[in-house]
């Protein structure tokens, strides 16, 4: 099976401080992996390097044969990125954010309604499609920021801490929507 994600000799620094050293991973197509590790080892800077919010100091990163420093643009398309804060417009509706981030993801607008439709389902959304994230509970609103790391139908899923600040139901829903996901490709 091709590998989606290639990472070679990864490092990173802050200032004088190393972070990453030599960091090596390949993920084939439906693999899941995680990075586990006590707080302050790197795992969030790894997944920052690799969806293109931070330059490494060495190393190379490639999403499905696009290297990330050379073609963040096109790499991202193929990445779709849930960090620990799920980055929504809480006066927006979960339709209408979906939109929005759709659109700007580059979803061809005669796709866009099924889409929203796809991953609202998918990350049982659908439900409260009309209503303002800003007043949905965090559960929610974590399953509203995985449906939008999904609206484009990446080949690769980065998740930090997806089940951070769940109660213990939604955990086991949120983990259960991931093995999922992967069981799709």
Known sequence: MPRVLEVRALQSSYGATPILRGVDLGIEQGGIVALIGR?????????????????????????????VAESPIDAKRHIGYLPENPPVYSDMTV??????????????RVELKKRIGEVSEKCA???????????????????????????HNPDIL??????????????????????GLAGQH
């Open 39 to 67: 707080n302050g080892v790197g795992k969030t800077t790894t997944m920052r390097i690799i969806t293109g919010f931070l330059s490494p100091s060495a190393g190379r990163v490639s999403v499905a044969g696009i290297d």
């Open 95 to 108: 339709n209408e954010y979906l939109a929005f981030v759709g659109r700007i993801k580059g979803v061809p």
């Open 125 to 151: 959304v659908a439900d409260v499609q009309h209503r303002q994230i800003g007043k949905l509970s965090k559960g929610y609103r974590q399953r509203v920021g995985l449906a939008q790391a999904l609206i």
């Open 158 to 179: 980065i998740l930090d801490e997806p089940t951070a600040g769940l109660d213990p139901k939604q955990i086991i829903e949120t983990r259960e929507l991931i093995k």
